[in-house]
């Protein structure tokens, strides 16, 4: 099974910062890697697929990188409805799938 | 897109639940379903999918032989059967929606509510 880690687990920012998130797989999973946003009572919510491709309904603040092992989402000019949690996935090959413990983008 | 869990509860370790999802909104015998859960301990976890014709089942190892998933694309509605239940699979349990062609999750239901208790 391939296990994600995500880091770091808790993150604090102002609203306006840019933010950086990573997530590294333990094996290659080329660009098969999304991201997930999570509200307190609610789902996730599909943030980026294949890597780079963003969601529907997501502004261009959002932003994912990397190939591979190494994973980013960046968040420029954080605002107040991006404090939430954020999960990586990958869906490599065959399954299982896998997701990352998450990281938490709180209020400094 | 509507996805509608029902079927979540209270059950004894041993026990049995049938989680059911409707879906709407979509041509849904053209995708990919996944049952994902949630718990404070294990955080997301993928448990199950079937694919849209309902011929092939993948499942965790931490719930084959244990969990079946099934579909009726007339009734537009995927089912987690639940056997053996232990305490390890108490969670939130979410039916989920694949994107075309691969295995990201772009629809999520609200989640069913499974706890095995004594």
């Known amino acids: 099974e391939i296990v994600m880690t995500q880091s770091p687990a808790t993150l604090s920012a102002s609203p306006g910062e840019r933010v950086t998130l990573s997530c590294r797989a333990s094996e290659s999973v080329s660009g098969d890697l999304a991201w997930y946003q999570q509200k307190p009572g609610q789902a996730p919510r599909l943030l980026i697929y294949g890597a780079t491709t963003r969601a529907t309904g997501f502004p261009p603040r959002f932003s994912g990188s990397g190939y591979g092992t190494e994973f980013t989402l960046t968040i420029s000019n954080l605002q107040s409805e991006d404090f939430a949690v954020y999960y990586c996935q990958q869906y490599s090959k065959r399954p299982p799938w896998t997701f990352g413990r998450g990281t938490k983008v709180d209020m400094k | 897109v509507q996805l509608v869990e029902s079927g979540g509860a209270l059950a004894q370790p041993g026990g049995s639940l049938r989680l059911s999802c409707a879906a709407t909104g979509f041509l849904f015998g053209s995708y990919e379903m996944n049952w994902v859960r949630q718990s404070p301990e294990k955080g997301l976890e993928w448990v199950s999918s079937?694919?849209?014709?309902?011929?092939?089942?993948y499942y965790a190892d931490s719930v084959r032989g244990r969990f079946t998933i099934s579909r009726d694309n007339a009734k537009k509605t995927v089912y987690l059967q639940m056997n053996s239940l232990t305490v390890e699979d108490t969670a939130i349990y979410y039916c989920v929606k694949a994107v075309a062609g691969e295995a990201s999750f772009d629809y999520w239901g609200q989640g069913a509510l499974v706890t095995v208790s004594a």
């Open positions: 079937i694919t849209s014709d309902g011929n092939t089942k």
